[in-house]
């Protein structure tokens, strides 16, 4: 089942943020990673959530996810980004029957 890694992030140094940014795609893809979204315009829907930018990456399972957040490659850079940034990561299942409205994680709790 594929699954969402949505990022959150505010970047407090752009010049340590850019090194993070030029090695990390490269990571991203090599544990087959999918960028979705990197930036972009964000418009709030609703609540207060105003973010400066959101990432979205989808890998095909939770173990692809952990292998490439876990390798040593992205382990060495890691410390660029949390020292560039103020960033909060959440991770979501996909649906298993995305034309029909019986995702297996609808079935769990509604939003």
Avoid: H
Wanted: glycine share 6%.
């Amino acid at each position: 089942m594929s699954v969402y890694m949505i990022i959150d992030i505010q970047v407090k140094d752009n010049e340590m943020y850019s090194k993070y940014i030029e090695k990390v795609p490269e990571i991203i893809s090599k544990y087959g990673g999918r960028y979705l979204t990197r930036g972009g315009k964000i418009i709030p829907l609703t609540g207060n959530w105003n973010p400066e930018r959101i990432v979205l990456i989808q890998f095909d399972s939770i173990e692809q996810l952990q292998r490439c957040f876990q390798s040593p490659e992205y382990l060495e850079i890691a410390p660029l980004r949390e020292q560039a940034t103020v960033s909060r990561a959440i991770i979501v299942e996909g649906c298993t029957a995305p034309q029909k409205d019986t995702c297996e994680s609808n079935k769990k709790k509604d939003i």
